[in-house]
């Protein structure tokens, strides 16, 4: 029998197999690869129909979207557009593109491989998010934030579950938040802020344990901030201000201990800051502001020693500041303000070397201001105003040398300005006003060429201006008023091209105006009144163009009232009383249409009262008694429609009151007393239903007073001294009854 081994056809069966296996695979491969050619080309063929028909679809085509052409290049090339290693479109980036458009023309059914859709910033693109979007299960990034877009926040947003960031900031989205969101247990970033979002924060949010960064801030939430949001023990960040959040803040917050930051400032929330918080030992921003907290600053925030931000202004905290917060070694920023705290500021505050800004305004506390504030030389803005800080400023103040900003108006502080002052050249701001301060201002207020804003009003400082100023060209706002300064006021002031704001009232300057005020071109308020100032009024005040108020009330000037006045266009306020000017008042006044304050006073001022001043129509007071003007009241002056407070009393004004005056129907107080007018006083005066208080007294007047309250409720000096007044007002008598003859039938 022949061996099976030896048989030649059976010896080669295997190979034969191999080489069958290896044709049918060839043939299937082929058949696989050619079906997969045509499913990518037809993917493809749709994926390109459907980003040119969302292109075509915009209100303006973008610049951005110049490669979008069909048939010339495959989409993977397209700006924007990139796609997976099988070639299909797995990322869409347009963010800062300048879309303008829809999304509603965007087939997303077409890009079932997208992991990532960025859109962000680009203004124009508006709309509802389609609901398609939603089906793109492989979606793990999605940024639609800095548009327009509108509706609402499906709770499909739940179908995304492989999503780890989700931002639709900065839109037009509104409704509630949905509890779905809870389900989207793989998001690291999720953030909704500043849209219309309202209703409260669902609870379900706590189950997202995986998330690092929340911001639902600026929106229109209401509501308690849930317990569960405790869950979140890998959170970092959390944005919840500007809601109308309500309730405490929960205690489980201290479970969050890898937070870093922790934004709930300007909601409605209440009760006190709770001890957990203390247990947050990662945070550096800790912003609470703008609430209702009440208690104390609890001691456990001392253990927060990373904390570089600390903001609890606007609040109702209370108590007193806690020594503990002299562990803030790290902190930069302290505000406070705004609350009802008391007693001493702690000296352990010497400890916080790298702060750069402390806010205490607003409270009650007292005491003195430590000396080991002085050791805070990273310190740049002091803002202490409105307490009851007394004694004497430390020396040490002068330590503070990168100081930008000294705020310490409104409190009980006296004695003089320590030396050391003058060290602080890097002052923008320095705000001393409504004080006890006593003795000379610091002479180098502005030896560092910086300042801006510096007040000293109200306090009893004595001596020259500080040299400094003179050359200060940086100021904006300068105030000096209610002091006993004295020196002459034409040499201790210069040219200021930045000048807005000065105030020297009540003081004891002396000398005569500097022409070089009008230099300050932006110069709105110049107030010089209650000194000793003499000479004439420079006319060259008529080139500071942008001057809305002008006070030198109260001083020894002369001359005549420059016709340049009549150049301020924007003037508001021109009040020149208790001088010695004389002439004329310059018909170019009566061009100052915006004009709502004219005090002329207690001058020499002649001739008639120029009808130009019905040119001024704007005027709320005219004040022009105690002066020499004779002739006739002027009928112009029943054009100032808005006119509440008239005074021409003491001067020669004769003849009849012109009857319409009576058309002044917002006229509050009406003073003629002191002049020759005579005839009757105008019946239609009874029409004045704005009039309070009116004195006609020392003229040549008779008849009956008009019935009106302000005349029947008079006092009685108001119709004395005239010639023959009568009516139903104490001290007149009653006017005869007159027979009124019978009607004609």
Known sequence: ?????????????????????????????????????????????????????????????????????????????????????????????????????????????????????????????????????????????????????????????????????????????????????????????FKIAINHFNGSIPQEIGMMKSLIKLGLDTNDLTGLIPASLGNLTNLAEIYLFGNNLSGHIPPEIGNMVNLSILLLYGNQLSGHIPQEIGKLEKLTKLELSSNQLSGNIPRAMGNLSNLEELDLGANNLSGSLPSSLGNLSNIYFMYLYGNNLYGHIPPEIENLGRLTDLQLSENQLS???????????????????????????????????????????????????????????????????????????PHEICGGGLLERFSSNENHFTGPVPRSLRNCSSLIRLRFDGNQLTGDIAEAFGIYPNLIYIDLSGNKFHGELSPNWGLCHNLTSLNISDNKVSGSIPPALGQAIQLQGLDLSRNNLSGTIPEELGSLKPLLKLMLSGNKLYGQIPNSVGMLANLANLDLSGNNLTGTIPKELGGCFNLLLLNLADNKFEGTVPIDIASMYYLQNLDLSSNSLNREIPPQLGQMKRLETLNLSHNSLSGSIPSTFDEMSSLIWVNMSYNQLEGPIPDSKAFREAPIGAFKNNKGLCGKATGLKLCPITSQKPKAK
């Open 367 to 441: 005491g003195n201001i430590p000396r080991e504030i002085g050791k805070l030389s990273n310190l740049e803005i002091l803002s202490i105003e409105m307490n009851n800080f007394s004694g004497a400023l430390p020396s040490s103040l002068g330590n503070l040398t990168k100081l930008n900003s000294l705020i310490l108006h409104s409190n009980e502080l006296s004695g003089s300005l320590p030396v050391e002052m003058n060290n602080l050249t890097s002052l923008k701001n320095m705000q001393l006003a409504f004080n006890n301060f006593i003795g000379h201002l």
């Open 1 to 189: 029998m022949v061996s099976l081994l030896a048989n030649p056809f059976l010896n080669k069966q295997p190979l034969l197999i191999l080489i069958m296996v290896h044709m049918c695979l060839t043939v299937y491969l082929s058949y696989v690869f050619a079906t997969n050619n045509i499913e990518k080309t037809l993917e493809e063929t749709e994926a390109t129909e459907a980003l040119i028909k969302w292109k075509l679809s915009f209100d303006n085509q973008s610049n951005a979207m110049a490669s979008w052409v069909a048939g010339e290049t495959s989409p993977c090339n397209w700006f924007g557009v990139a796609c997976d290693e099988s070639g299909r479109v797995a990322h869409l980036n347009l963010s800062r593109s300048a879309l303008n458009g829809t999304l509603r023309n965007l087939s997303f059914s077409s890009f079932p491989n997208l992991i990532s859709i960025d859109l962000s910033n680009n203004v124009n693109l508006y709309g509802d998010i389609p609901l398609d979007l939603y089906k793109l299960s492989k979606l793990t990034y999605l940024d639609l934030a800095g548009n327009r877009f509108s509706g609402f926040l499906s709770p499909t947003v739940a179908n995304l579950s492989n999503l780890s960031f989700l931002r639709l900031s900065a839109n037009q989205l509104s409704g509630t938040i949905p509890r779905e969101i809870g389900l989207l247990t793989g998001l690291h970033d």
